[in-house]
């Protein structure tokens, strides 16, 4: 069985920062992409990030360039979400997920989605 369990939610000012982990175990895809990716009360689920197994590739949608960092540690089996200088507008249900084959971006294109963590941002 797949899972997916992400941790390191909070309540947060802003300008501060955190560090999501996302765990996953049950799968056993030859290349993979592991994205983040947000949902806001009242909004559209949206991507925030992704890597890619075979060559570490990354991708970062407008609004996390510059200030989130994803990274994995596959001894852990382990995606990092480093979020810093956090704004308001990042508030949301954090939610990792993962998808077979390398450099999917697309949110309908993964197979398999964690339960999410809240991340609030305090002006």
């Known amino acids: 069985e797949v899972q997916l369990v992400e941790s390191g939610g909070g309540l947060v000012q802003a300008g501060g920062s955190l560090r999501l982990s996302c765990a996953a175990s049950g799968f056993t895809f030859d290349d993979y992409t592991i994205g983040w990716f947000r949902q806001a009360p009242g909004k559209e689920r949206e991507g925030v990030s992704c890597?890619?197994?075979?060559?570490?590739?990354?991708y970062y949608a407008g609004s996390a360039k510059g200030r989130f960092t994803i990274s994995s540690d596959n001894a852990k089996n382990t995606v990092y979400l480093q979020m810093n200088s956090l704004k308001p507008e990042d508030t949301a249900v954090y939610y990792c997920?993962?998808?077979?084959?390398?450099?999917?971006?697309?949110?309908?294109?993964?197979?398999?989605w964690g339960q999410g963590t809240q991340v609030t941002v305090s002006s």
């Open positions: 890597i890619s197994s075979s060559d570490g590739v990354t």
């Open positions: 997920a993962v998808a077979k084959g390398s450099w999917v971006v697309e949110a309908d294109e993964y197979d398999y």
